[in-house]
């Protein structure tokens, strides 16, 4: 192409970085010249990373049935020919705001090997022209200019209105959907104001005829799938923006010469592949036994699996605990992905515990639903990188050849950013990382694509509050827009949070389909056809467990010596015992004054412990209470809520404070889980609940909120005659204590329960009105990486994480000795992360100051644990007991 023909968008760099002599591959167009510190300027022209990143849209798409079938459901367009170039239209015009001096200015020796013919003297540019210049909110706002010059249709404004939404998703890539224009001319002469209004001119033109686009035919955007397209080309971007996207061109080509070798480019480097974007190829649909381990047949729940179709919607799995809700959900997703209708799966779970459980999980179930080229499975929460198996899979990403046949892996590029967690085959994370993707943070978008390609399976989704079902309710609504799939599964959901859910996706009033209250229960909502409510046939066996139960009442629902008593002698009988105390300072007085009267081991596991500490608390717990746990001599575990979901532990007597209904059947689960040999005195299950004899249930109400829950589930307790029936009581019981009709007659609630139940109640509204607000208000986002937008996703201020350190040291030294002035920032940040504890915001008034996120404590060793006192308080901490807290009677 001889440069005298070239047009004038060709004079404007796109993508540059410094690098020293000779130059390396990345430079485009030129060599670049040296600049004052020696080093070599390599850039790409602008218009030609425009085609890339259309190139890597397209090239995925055309590989990616799936995505595909997802973009064209969210444009609501049957033609590929036109979703292929509609993305590869407004791909080409992400950056269209660096058509402009002062980004172009913004390295001045690239603009004046590209620009020959400028002359200096007529720029007027200060500093604060090239700083403050945003290319992508000034992109977004000169299309609307230019296409009014460009266009004279009779209803322009509708056409640009029609437009905005299109422009401001792919224009939002560094970030943020900008939702105003805004635009100031730069100090420069005419002649420079001329050039660029030529070459955007002049590129709007071009490449609206490039790809056929009739602009008046494009499919609008909706508030809900618009976010879904900003990640879509979010991620292109930072594809062909990486040093693997390599493309030399020495000499200026056409536009269709260039796309062409962009995407056999693509193609023949496999970047898409390597990245783990694309996966390997679905292993075809084997019924799920081929889920279950060696020999098993499908029980319960299990069995209905085969009568659902593999067609797009929610479904909702309601089953007692470990009854094989998870294969069930894996087997529908493997139908899906199947089909095409999906290309990854996105597991999201309550805790960080509970998402290092189903990674080991989804590890050993992968090469059954993937076949080919590793399969990249993405371990996201906020600790993942402590996680054995996850750097295990990270390592196998970073050595492994990415064709290997059945390998799990994890590709180094997905893991080199959070925003990007979400873009492998197999992704599990805790809820948080989904609802980030519908709050403001940063690039937020980039995680709904992730999530709406994918079948998004919620585990827990009875144990959310208001707030964030607020938040998840959006992003049912994005994944719906876009005739996505979720599933859904609990084992305690009320009927009002389910048709809540229901709602979100389309509207519709379920509450009395038929078979919609039995239980265990599997709905299918399919996006188009007729919802289904399968449940067992009268007659199957269920599985069902009756546990035993009986309720000790006292003042401060605490054990009494009697209780002591019991439990020492059933550790001495060789039996498993479980204590599960709602409160951290509870857990640890019940521990010291049990190992007090027995001399059978007695562990503690809870929160407060330094996280390196707690990594091993967990472990420990899963190895002497767990399935293949060794019982030779009886012992006890006290344990606080860190046992209550998704830890395959087994007792043979659990002793419970009292907690919600739906949060003790979750502890029951915990008891006689397993098929084992047990003591004599504990074939059958057996549960003893501390509770209180008076209507104010103190800490306990602080901690679960609703006075009413916690009335009635300590009357169901008192009236069910000593045993509960499952998985019957998991409906009945749920619907009794969460319903919102009042008691009456003997069992008639106390004024005082009421009146605290509808102030919180009340509380719990507002709050799901403040997350809906979040989610559409348009407020400046967050970084994420910044806590406070974490806290976007609770609704309340972050608990507080304190870092013991040793006291007298001249420069910060953790308790194992590590000191600050040997490690490098990154590493040190590590340590601190290991080494944090997290305690309750209300501690805030009398800690010392927070200092870059932390709260440094100095303790000294004193009597074999360490110790730190303010006033009349004083805050320990060993291994075995974790942070206690102490306070003198003044």
Same mark, same amino acid.
Request: net charge negative; glycine share 6%.
């Given at each position: ?128 022209? #090239? ?38 998703? =792919? ?34 033109? &071009? ?14 955007? $909706? ?5 879904? /397209?900003?990640?879509?080309?979010? *991620? ?10 390599? #493309? ?29 974007? *694309? ?15 060696? %020999? ?45 209708? =999906? ?34 499975? *993405? ?46 085959? /197999? ?13 403001? =943070? ?32 959006? =992003? ?64 199957? %066996? ?12 006292? %003042? ?66 899963? &190895? ?15 344990? $606080? ?22 949060? #003790?059947?979750? !502890? ?45 589930? !300590?009357?169901?307790?008192? $009236? ?131 200092? &870059? ?8 060793? #004193? ?14 901490? &060993? ?12």
């Amino acid at each position: 192409m001889n440069s005298v023909t070239l047009p004038a968008y060709y004079n404007y760099w796109g993508k540059a970085r410094r690098g020293a002599s000779p130059p390396s591959p990345l430079s485009t167009c030129g060599e670049g010249e040296y600049n004052t510190d020696g080093n070599r300027w390599e850039y790409h022209l602008l218009v030609y990373h425009c085609l890339d990143v259309a190139a890597v849209g397209r090239v995925w798409l055309e590989n990616d049935r799936a995505l595909l079938q997802r973009i064209s459901s969210a444009l609501n367009c049957s033609s590929k020919e036109d979703v292929l170039n509609t993305i590869g239209l407004f791909f080409a015009l992400h950056d269209f705001g660096k058509f402009d001096i002062r980004f172009q200015s913004k390295i001045p020796e690239i603009r004046n090997i590209i620009w020959k013919n400028l002359n200096e003297s007529d720029l007027l540019l200060c500093e604060n022209d #090239l700083s403050g210049y945003d290319h992508g909110i000034s992109g977004y706002s000169l299309f609307i200019k230019y296409f009014k010059e460009l266009f004279a249709f009779e209803n322009i404004e509708d056409e640009i209105e029609a437009l905005k939404p299109w422009i401001a998703a =792919v224009a939002g890539h560094h970030g943020s959907i900008p939702k105003q224009t805004h635009w100031v001319e730069p100090l420069a002469e005419n002649t420079v104001f001329t050039h660029d209004r030529l070459s955007r001119k002049q590129w709007m033109k &071009d490449i609206l005829a490039f790809f056929h686009s009739d602009i008046q035919t494009v499919k609008p955007l $909706t508030t809900e799938t618009q976010p879904f /397209i900003a990640g879509f080309c979010s *991620v292109c971007d930072w594809i062909a923006s990486s040093e693997d996207f390599v #493309l030399l061109e020495k000499e200026p080509v056409d536009l269709n010469t260039y796309f062409k070798r962009a995407k056999e480019h693509c193609t023949r480097s496999e970047i898409l592949e390597k990245f783990g974007v *694309v996966g390997p190829r679905v292993l075809k649909y084997q019924g799920i036994s081929t889920l279950l381990p060696d %020999n098993s047949v499908p029980q319960q729940i299990q069995t209905l699996i085969e009568n659902i179709q593999a067609t797009p919607g929610i479904t909702i799995i309601e089953g007692s605990t470990g009854s094989g809700k998870t294969e069930a959900a894996l087997a529908i997703a493997w139908k899906l992905l199947d089909a095409g209708h =999906v290309d990854s799966i996105v597991f999201a779970l309550p805790t960080q515990a509970t998402a290092n459980a189903m990674l080991d999980r989804i590890k050993k179930l992968a090469s059954k639903l993937f076949c080919g080229q590793g399969v990249n499975l *993405v371990l996201a929460h906020g600790k993942a990188k402590y996680n054995e198996t996850f750097e295990k899979l990270k390592k196998a990403g970073r050595t492994s050849n990415f064709k290997d046949q059945g390998i799990a892996q994890c590709a180094e590029w997905i893991t080199k950013s959070k925003k990007l967690v979400f873009l492998g085959q /197999i992704g599990v994370c805790t809820i948080d990382q989904v609802l980030l993707g519908v709050v403001p =943070v940063r690039h937020n978008f980039m995680r709904t694509f992730g999530t709406v390609k994918s079948v998004l399976i919620v585990d827990e989704v009875h144990a959310y509050d208001r707030y964030m079902y607020g938040l998840l309710e959006a =992003v049912l609504s994005r994944q719906k827009a876009a005739n996505g799939s979720a599933i859904l599964l609990s084992a305690t959901l009320p009927a009002k949070q389910k048709q809540e859910l229901f709602n979100s996706w389309n509207g519709s009033d379920y509450s009395n389909g038929a078979n919609s209250n039995l239980y265990p229960l599997l709905s299918n909502i399919p996006n188009t056809g007729k919802p289904l409510f399968l449940s067992l046939p009268e007659g199957i %066996n269920t599985r069902g467990k009756t546990v035993k139960i009986e309720q000790v009442k006292n %003042n401060d629902s605490l054990p009494d010596d009697s209780l002591y008593e019991r439990i020492t002698d059933a550790i001495n009988d060789g039996a498993a015992v479980g204590v599960v105390c709602n409160v951290v300072d509870v857990a640890q007085s019940i521990t010291n004054i049990l190992r007090g009267k027995c001399s059978h081991p007695v562990d503690l596991f809870h929160s407060r412990y330094r996280f390196k500490d707690r990594q091993q608390k967990e472990k420990n717990a899963i &190895d002497l209470y767990g399935k293949t746990a060794v019982r030779a001599d009886g012992r006890v575990l006290v344990a $606080t809520q860190v046992i209550e979901q998704s830890l395959d532990l087994d007792f043979d007597w659990m002793i419970t404070q009292l907690c919600p209904i739906d949060l #003790l059947f979750q !502890r029951l689960g915990r008891l006689h889980r397993h098929n084992r040999e047990r003591p004599e005195n504990f074939s059958t299950p057996f549960c003893t609940v501390l509770s209180t004899e008076k209507n104010d249930f103190g800490a306990h109400e602080l901690i679960y909120g609703d006075t009413r829950v916690l009335w009635r589930s !300590r009357e169901m307790v008192g $009236t069910c005659g000593g045993e509960i029936q499952f998985p019957g009581a998991y409906r009945k019981w749920i619907e009794i204590v969460y319903g919102a009709e009042e008691w009456l007659g003997e069992n008639c609630e106390p004024e005082s329960v009421v009146g605290k139940s509808c102030a919180f109640r009340q509380m719990q509204r507002q709050a799901w009105f403040e997350a809906q607000q979040i989610v559409t208000d348009g407020r400046t986002p967050w970084e994420d990486t910044d806590a406070a937008a974490i806290s976007l996703t609770r609704g309340k201020e972050m608990g507080l994480n304190v870092v013991p350190v040793i006291a007298d040291k001249v420069t910060v030294t953790l308790l194992d000795g590590e000191c600050r002035n040997n490690f490098n920032e990154y590493d040190w940040a590590e340590l601190l992360d290991m080494n944090s504890i997290p305690v309750p915001v209300s501690w805030k008034d009398w800690l010392p100051r927070m200092e &870059d996120g932390y709260i440094f404590i100095s303790m000294d060793y #004193l009597e074999n644990r360490w110790i730190w006192k303010k006033g009349n308080r004083t805050l320990t901490y &060993d291994t075995d007991y974790g942070l206690k807290k102490m306070e003198d009677k003044e």
